[in-house]
């Protein structure tokens, strides 16, 4: 009876890997990957298609809402923080008229 109880201890022990060192952690990458180089390369006036050519296609393309396109990034490596960036473009009339989000054009993005 004593056997079972400590297998079972034992047992209970090696099923959490998280607390064994050098268990390795996977990253875990979802979205769209945004640089700098691509958002400098944006101008107010271009169209659906050239801004698809520089950015790929949105994340998330609103049915309803079709004049805007969303860009996230969610990124976690290992055990770390999940961190993530947005980016949100803006057409009036087909033609890029906005952006926000995590970068701006031709600033440097911190790091």
């Known amino acids: 009876m004593q056997r079972i109880i400590i297998y079972a201890v034992l047992l ?5 890997c998280t607390f064994f060192p050098g268990v ?6 979802q ?12 101008r ?4 659906k298609d050239q801004v698809r050519f520089v950015m790929g296609t949105p994340l998330i393309q609103d049915t309803f809402q079709n004049n805007r ?12 923080e999940r961190a993530q960036e947005r980016m949100s473009l803006f057409f ?15 600033a440097a993005k911190d790091e």
């Open 44 to 47: 107010p006036g271009m169209t």
């Open 31 to 42: 979205g769209n990957i945004v640089t700098q180089e691509m958002v400098d390369q944006l």
């Open 69 to 80: 396109w969303d860009y996230i990034l969610t990124l976690k490596k290992g055990g770390d």
């Open 12 to 16: 209970l022990t090696l099923s959490g």
């Open 24 to 29: 390795h952690k996977i990253d875990i990458q």
């Open 92 to 106: 009036t009339d087909g033609k890029l008229s906005n952006l926000s989000g995590d970068f701006r054009p031709g």
